[in-house]
């Protein structure tokens, strides 16, 4: 069966029962942590994959096919309870020309503890979605003028699972997507903060990091991303920074949530646009080996 990404085998099902087995003493995280190792199951830049062997140990206990020790940490929901630092945004008035304020500064802070503060902080507080954490894989990017002012943040994460209109514009088949989903990262969150008005400064910002965000996810990461995508909510937004910055609009979604596993939670829809960052972007997610 393929779990997680991953085919299993009868002998490695055997091979997860009898570690259980063997230690019953050990904890979810230690088992999860002892089965990556044994398997050297590695992301692209050799690490081990923990989070995700968990996720799939997991769901094979959720099959009633494995027997899982029992919790010893209530889990917490990351994205709904994260403490926002306390940091305090200056509101002052920022206004001028784009070349009045340059040079502009975008720098990726993913891995800068005081970077994803401010970030965190700027999203929490002044974007209408508000901001809960980042989990997966994940870019975080802060915009600053030449008085080291900040103007906006901008969040890339993980691409939904399934977007019709995203998926009809690529092709692939349901296999493919599952291999190579990885290669398209989703535009979660982008804000300019609300006491800045420059003209053009949003599609400046997006332009600027559609020219760097391959490089700075195969650095992190050691894969590169060959698609964006984003969800406007058209109630709200027309996404004219978006088609300035050169983004298509391909469709709108069908009204379901990322976390909509039952067809049953119902969200305004949103316009889908996408932004290939290679000529031959549509061509790899079809034909590049996973």
């Not at 997991?58 to 630092?85: A, C, E, F, N």
């Not at 502009?104 to 503060?117: I, K, T």
């Not at 691409?159 to 009809?168: L, N």
Request: positive net charge.
């Amino acid at each position: 069966m393929k779990v997680q990404g991953r085919l299993v085998s009868p002998e490695q099902m055997q091979e997860i029962r009898q570690l259980i087995a063997e230690h019953p003493q050990w904890s979810r995280r230690r088992l999860s942590e002892q089965l990556c190792g044994r398997w050297d199951w590695r992301n692209p830049r050799g690490q081990l994959k923990d989070m995700a062997t968990r996720s799939l140990l997991l769901k094979l206990h959720q099959r009633d096919l494995i027997t899982l020790p029992p919790r010893r940490r209530v889990p917490t929901s990351r994205m709904g309870q994260v403490r926002q630092p306390r940091v305090t945004l200056d509101p002052s008035p920022i206004g001028g020309t784009l070349k009045e304020l340059g040079p502009l500064e975008v720098r990726e802070v993913s891995r800068d503890r005081s970077g994803r503060d401010l970030f965190g902080a700027a999203l929490a507080q002044c974007h209408y979605l508000g901001y809960g954490g980042s989990v997966g894989e994940n870019l975080q990017y802060l915009v600053r003028d030449r008085r080291d002012r900040l103007l906006g943040c901008v969040l890339f994460g993980s691409a939904a699972w399934k977007c019709a209109a995203r998926d009809q514009w690529i092709g692939w088949t349901p296999e493919q997507r599952q291999n190579r989903l990885r290669r398209i990262t989703n535009n979660q969150r982008f804000l300019i903060l609300p006491w800045v008005g420059v003209k053009h400064l949003a599609s400046w910002i997006l332009g600027r990091v559609a020219r760097r965000i391959g490089r700075d996810w195969e650095e992190k990461y050691g894969h590169r991303v060959v698609l964006l995508e984003t969800f406007v909510d058209q109630e709200r937004f027309a996404g004219t920074c978006y088609r300035a910055a050169n983004w298509v609009e391909v469709g709108t979604t069908r009204g379901r949530s990322r976390q909509d596993q039952h067809r049953t939670l119902q969200v305004p829809a949103k316009g889908v646009w996408l932004l290939p960052l290679e000529r031959n972007a549509r061509q790899q997610l079809h034909h590049e080996r996973a």
